[in-house]
């Protein structure tokens, strides 16, 4: 499956969506501290940002903010009609409250889908935005026309980022879905007796071909660096002549995140309005 393929069919349609607007949708990263990670990460998304036709605000905060000083400036970007989307770039800090934080971002504004509301809707199968990960595994899915009423799906991993959210996307599908995580007994016997395996745990390798019957979906969310490259949680090698369908990494989700932050900036716009 290509990610980047679709990522570039994602970006433009947004792109065709913006250019028809009378307004620019904005996106606001609010950073605290300098991780180099997370620089990389903020980069690539005002890169996509000005590419879509958005306007980009980054405040990024010294990491000797106080957590009153940073709600209160949620509370003026919540009310701001020039800022559309907010987004908070994890990690924060750890003497900050991160549920609070996110929490404190308007749910018409939250284009990560993380405060409370918008997982409450996500739950229910009610319109809100929804985590960018999770509905990049089903662009994915839905670009390669795999049908998901009544399929047995594994997920493994169990975040509010990643797992969670795609369970219950999955499951609003029709799917049956297992939700299996590092206290699981027998991740094995799972996999072996299920038709997509999902993988969104940050484990080199952790699913083998022995895991995986012949014509399996294998969505591998997982990114791992070792000795500066990038591994996914599946051994694709060894599995990609075994799978119907295999996510490589890079290449495979991670462009999907971005694309569907870029269709999320969107949606909050329109639900705005
Ligand atoms: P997390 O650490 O919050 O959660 C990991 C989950 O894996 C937990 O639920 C834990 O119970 C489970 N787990 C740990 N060891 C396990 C084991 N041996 N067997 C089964 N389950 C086990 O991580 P996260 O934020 O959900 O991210 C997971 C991975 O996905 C990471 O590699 C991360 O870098 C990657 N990720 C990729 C993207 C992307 O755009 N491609 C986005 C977000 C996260």
Same mark, same amino acid.
């Given at each position: 499956m290509d990610g980047i393929k679709l990522k570039e069919k994602i970006l433009n349609e947004v792109k065709c969506e913006v250019q028809k607007l009378d307004f620019t949708p904005s996106l606001c990263v609010i950073q605290v501290g300098n991780n180099p990670a997370s620089n990389v990460y903020i980069k690539q998304k005002e890169i996509m940002c000005n590419n879509v036709g958005y306007k980009f605000?980054?405040?990024?905060?010294?990491?000797?903010?106080?957590?009153?000083?940073?709600?209160?400036?949620?509370?003026?970007?919540?009310k701001s009609d020039d800022i559309t989307s907010i987004l908070i770039q994890m990690p924060l800090p750890d003497y900050l409250d991160e549920k609070k934080i996110q929490n404190r971002v308007n749910p018409l504004k939250d284009v990560d889908g993380l405060n409370d509301i918008n997982i409450i809707n996500l739950i229910n199968n009610k319109q809100?935005?929804?985590p960018c990960t999770a509905?990049?595994?089903l662009e994915l899915l839905n670009e390669y026309k795999i049908t998901l009423k009544g399929?047995? *799906? %594994?997920?493994?991993g169990r975040s509010t980022l990643v797992g969670m959210p795609l369970f219950h996307l999955l499951e609003n599908k029709d799917a049956t879905v297992t939700l299996c995580h590092s206290k699981t007994i027998n991740l094995k016997e799972i996999t072996l007796n299920s038709d997509?395996?999902?993988?969104?745990v940050g484990k080199k390798h952790l699913i083998t071909q022995d895991m995986i019957n012949k014509d399996t979906i294998v969505i591998d969310v997982g990114i791992n660096k070792e000795n500066g490259?990038?591994?996914?949680?599946?051994?694709?090698?060894?599995i990609k002549n075994k799978a119907s369908y295999i996510t490589p990494v890079p290449g495979g989700v991670?462009?999907?995140? *971005? %694309?569907?932050l870029a269709k999320n900036i969107l949606e909050s716009y329109n639900i705005q309005k």
């Open positions: 605000i980054h405040k990024k905060l010294s990491d000797d903010i106080t957590e009153k000083e940073i709600l209160h400036l949620i509370d003026k970007l919540n809100g935005l929804k509905l990049g595994v399929k047995k *799906i %594994a997920i493994i997509i395996v999902i993988c969104a490259i990038l591994y996914g949680d599946v051994d694709f090698e060894n991670g462009p999907l995140t *971005i %694309a569907c």
